[in-house]
Nanobody, 118 residues
Framework: QVQLVESGGGLVQPGGSLRLSCGVS????????MGWYRQAPGKERELVAG???????NYADSVKDRFTISRDNAKNTAYLQMNSLKPEDTAVYYC????????????WGQGTQVTVSS
């Protein structure tokens, strides 16, 4: 079965950067889409960024022009480069992978905490 392992979260000051990684292991089936959702305490889970086979991307309005999602197909890994981080970006970020072209997951990572604070 598909298993996702994500990393890269941590504590960063406002204006700083982090790079999240999501690796696909036990990839018996071909992955079409990957991305991240995030959820902060008391708030709804929201799509942060997604990428599908062929390169099409989708970003939350709040992160456009600050975050960039990419994939390394050879390593079967997705990356989320997060720049100009704001306190409101603080959340648990959950990586996903999907077998079809869509903006949500069939498989999910364990989550990584991102905290933006001075």
């Amino acid at each position: 079965q598909v298993q996702l392992v994500e990393s890269g979260g941590g504590l960063v000051q406002p204006g700083g950067s982090l790079r999240l990684s999501c690796g696909v292991s036990r990839n018996i089936f071909r992955i079409n889409a990957m991305g991240w959702y995030r959820q902060a305490p008391g708030k709804e889970r929201e799509l942060v960024a997604g990428i599908i086979s062929g390169g099409s991307t989708n970003y939350a309005d709040s992160v456009k022009d600050r975050f960039t999602i990419s994939r390394d197909n050879a390593k079967n890994t997705a990356y989320l480069q997060m720049n100009s981080l704001k306190p409101e970006d603080t959340a648990v970020y959950y990586c996903y992978a999907a077998l079809s072209s869509k903006w949500t997951g069939d498989y999910w990572g364990q989550g990584t905490q991102v905290t933006v604070s001075s």
